[in-house]
């Protein structure tokens, strides 16, 4: 078994509580759903947001889809000149026998733009 790694991404209208966690639990559960992925295969994952997103924490929203075994880390993204605002960032490791090409990638929202 080899750890992988699976990125995602989402934006969000305002920055508030309930539009960071409901963007961010949609992103978490279209990568599980993607991936075939168990909680349990989550080694960690790596959040980040734009700097416009302080309202909440994106680590929350996974904390309250039951991640509570699961390291997580956020941070803030860097502030490109021209780069998507209101954007939430995820890089998850995976326990997979699973090879790098086989892991699917999920863009969300806006985000669809940062990915061809």
Same mark, same amino acid.
């Given at each position: &078994?080899?750890?992988? %790694?699976?990125? !995602?991404a989402?934006?969000?209208? *305002? $920055?508030?509580?309930? %539009?960071?966690s409901?963007? +961010? /639990?949609?992103?978490l559960a279209?990568?599980v759903?993607? $991936? =075939?992925l168990?909680? !349990? @295969?989550?080694? *960690?994952?790596?959040?980040? *947001? +734009?700097?416009g997103? $302080?309202a =909440?924490? #994106?680590?929350?929203a996974?904390?309250?889809? !039951?991640?509570? @075994?699961t #390291?997580?880390?956020? &941070?803030? =993204?860097?502030d490109? #000149? !021209? ?7 995820v890089?998850?490791?995976? $326990? +997979? @026998? /699973?090879?790098?090409?086989? &892991? /699917?990638h ?6 669809v733009?940062?990915?061809?």
């Amino acid at each position: &078994m080899a750890i992988r %790694g699976i990125r !995602g991404a989402t934006s969000v209208a *305002s $920055n508030n509580k309930e %539009g960071i966690s409901a963007a +961010t /639990k949609e992103l978490l559960a279209a990568l599980v759903r993607e $991936n =075939e992925l168990a909680i !349990g @295969d989550i080694a *960690s994952a790596l959040f980040s *947001s +734009t700097a416009g997103l $302080n309202a =909440e924490f #994106p680590a929350v929203a996974a904390r309250e889809l !039951g991640w509570n @075994d699961t #390291p997580l880390l956020c &941070m803030q =993204e860097i502030d490109v #000149p !021209g780069s998507l605002k209101n954007c939430i960032r995820v890089l998850l490791h995976v $326990n +997979t @026998d /699973k090879s790098q090409k086989e &892991m /699917k990638h999920v863009y969300l929202r806006e985000a669809v733009n940062l990915r061809r």
